[in-house]
């Protein structure tokens, strides 16, 4: 349904789209949150990828230092495009309020967020980047309930046992409140998770930011991810056009959101998975 002066508030004027819409993407994606976010005017990025560390040796004064070169591989990363569209009336945009352009930059930008986040934690997305189903990560196991936080500190050792740090837990929303449900002992009211009290609704599980999206799988799991082993590549020519050709006899204005975005997951075993299950 096209939006007009009868459905909504005066809109959007053409020098207010691209801050309203390009620079909130990155702080309200949860895959961006959790990810280190990269850059680039490639069509590639290119992650390395250390597969062997230099031999370091112990020499006697005056002696030759053995050279041992590190070893590298490395992971490409192609960016694919998303995109939204919106059609309003000249009216609105004529009449426009920064109130109201609000409203419909953060319109576009809860699209393409679903849509960046849906993919980043899907197996395969059609037309889009391979997401965190399609690696294989290390697991811990809480059992067919969560009880404690036994299985998120396991999680956490088993990131560091590969070298990395688990820096956010995401999960479904039911699972966050599963999680947040649980209380420090029996016939206690008080919870078992802490809150994060410099962002509002944060909450902690074993000391680490616990991030929520609808997007994550709703069968309990919940992924440890180090920053600094996860990427979301984003292409700098993110692009917010308005044309007017297309609905000319109308006299309203398309509002078109082009991004191209791709995810790196350059240590899989560093992305640890907490599943509700028992061990197999």
Do not use: C
Not at 222 to 230: E, N, S, W
Not at 236 to 245: H, P
């Amino acid at each position: 349904m096209a939006t007009n002066t009868t459905t909504a508030a005066s809109i959007l004027r053409p020098e207010q789209v691209g801050p309203l819409i390009v620079q909130p993407l990155t702080t309200q994606s949860v895959a961006m949150q959790a990810s280190t976010v990269a850059q680039t005017d490639a069509t590639e990025f290119r992650i390395p990828i250390i597969t062997g560390d230099p031999d370091a040796s112990w020499v006697p004064e005056g002696t030759e230092i053995p050279v041992d070169d590190a070893d590298f591989d490395e992971e490409v990363v192609v960016p694919k495009k998303v995109a939204a569209l919106s059609v309003l009336s000249n009216e609105l945009i004529e009449d426009s309020s920064p109130e109201a352009s609000a409203v419909i930059g953060a319109r576009l930008v809860q699209s393409l967020v679903r849509k960046v986040d849906s993919a980043w934690f899907a197996t395969a997305t059609v037309n889009g980047p391979a997401g965190l189903g399609s690696i294989t990560p290390s697991e811990t196991y809480a059992g067919a309930a969560y009880a404690n936080v036994d299985a998120f500190l396991e999680a956490i050792t088993a990131a560091e046992s590969v070298g990395a740090q688990v820096n956010s837990f995401v999960t479904h929303p039911q699972t966050a409140l599963a999680l947040a449900k649980l209380k420090k002992a029996a016939g206690s009211n008080e919870p078992l998770l802490q809150r994060d009290v410099t962002v509002p609704g944060g909450r902690v599980v074993a000391g680490v930011p616990l991030l929520v999206s609808p997007d994550a799988p709703n069968d309990g799991s919940v992924y440890g991810i180090p920053k600094d082993r996860t990427f979301v590549v984003v292409r700098r020519d993110v692009q917010v056009v308005l044309d007017s050709s297309a609905f000319f006899t109308s006299d309203r204005t398309a509002v078109r959101v082009t991004a191209r975005i791709g995810f790196g997951f350059p240590h899989p075993a560093a992305v640890v998975k907490v599943n509700k299950t028992v061990a197999p």
